[in-house]
């Protein structure tokens, strides 16, 4: 028994059989390049493992190294990008690119303190990439992570408050200490994807089942409580001219930077012409409620800016958007059908 209140030689032992039988076989486990596992660390951010794959394979295929995506246009970047959503995430990974050629000549920091200078790199991403490039006793605390290891210390304080994180990041640094810290970073993840799940854990089958204090497993990780969803109106201009749709790209800072979308429409702005489509959709806690009005020559920008673009409608999979404004895009088109 150790600090962390578990044996955890015990608990690498059942975990590390269990994963060797049953880990997930996933494309990033199959490199030691700190490239395609930043690649894939980026992906995986709020995105599922099944989501992030075909992407992972079409970026490696297109920006093979770390001077590719250097030199990579905004519109390359952002056209791979193209349907993972929070678009920073692709910005982000391009400026470590930069970084890494910059600064070190094309090749990665070594070191967990090295890796969190890169630009969007914080604890977690740091760690993966220094355990599963380098083999480094580095430990990750992601989501399924701290699901497990709530559970198995049966943790009661909240895990997104600094003390519940402090437990948690402690307990994994003292699992990953050992000669094999890729594998059990790996298989702690996968733990917590395959049988230690939010709802209904497999405690039956868990290999570490032995050492895990969870009393009442479901109950946990516990959190603080959430702040309520806040709905907010985003509003959008429609120029059709029958072939083509009036496109605007987004300022770089902006949300969705470098992404074209249908022209802006100040929210608080009269019209003074009803809402012709709409979509609701969730980034975070808001609720975007996303409102389409139809415009005409009287309330079309002039001049047309060099932001914006008349795009063929057969076209528009050529041009990087975000895909609410290309769901509502043709949610638009189809109601511009049946008007006819
Ligand atoms: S025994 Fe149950 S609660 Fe504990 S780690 Fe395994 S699946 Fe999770």
Redesign the pocket.
């Known amino acids: 028994m150790d600090q962390v209140g578990i044996d955890s030689t015990a608990f690498r032992k059942a975990l590390l059989k269990w994963y060797r039988a049953e880990g997930r076989r996933l494309p990033w486990r199959e490199t030691d390049d700190p490239y395609a596992i930043l690649v894939s660390e980026f992906m995986l951010q709020q995105t599922q493992v099944v989501t992030a794959i075909p992407y992972y394979h079409r970026w490696l295929e297109r920006f093979p190294t770390v001077e590719a995506l250097a030199s990579a246009s905004t519109h390359d970047l952002l056209a791979l990008w193209q349907g993972l959503g929070l678009y920073r995430r692709a910005h982000n990974l391009q400026r470590c690119a930069r970084m890494v050629v910059d600064k070190w000549g094309g090749v990665f920091p070594r070191s967990v303190e090295g890796l969190r200078e890169l630009p969007g790199v914080g604890r977690y991403t740091a760690g993966a990439v220094a355990s599963f490039a380098y083999n480094l006793p580095a430990p990750v605390v992601d989501g399924n992570v701290a699901r ?1 290891l709530s ?2 210390l049966n943790l009661q304080e909240p895990i997104d408050t600094p003390v519940g994180q402090a437990i948690l990041w402690d307990a994994a640094e003292r699992i990953a200490r050992c000669k094999q810290p890729r594998l059990i970073n790996n298989a702690l993840m996968d ?1 917590g994807a395959v ?2 799940k939010a709802r209904r ?3 039956g089958r ?1 290999p ?2 032995r050492v ?1 204090r ?1 009393i009442d ?1 479901e109950t946990l990780p516990r959190k603080r409580p959430q702040p309520p969803t806040q709905v907010r109106v985003e509003r959008y201009w429609w120029f059709y001219d029958g072939a083509r749709v009036l496109l605007e790209q987004r300022q770089a800072a902006a949300r969705w930077g470098g992404l074209w979308t249908l022209p802006t429409l100040d929210a608080d702005a009269p019209s003074g012409r009803e809402t012709f489509v709409s979509l609701r959709h969730h980034i975070m806690r808001f609720l975007i409620d996303l409102q389409v009005v139809r415009g005409d020559h009287a309330s079309l920008p002039q001049p047309p800016a060099a932001s914006r673009l008349w795009q063929p409608v057969a076209r528009l999979g050529e041009v990087p958007m975000p895909t609410p404004h290309r769901r509502v895009i043709g949610l638009a088109l189809a109601a511009e059908s049946a008007r006819l």
């Open positions: 497990v559970r198995v733990l049988l230690c854990p497999a405690c868990c570490v089942r895990c969870a497993a």
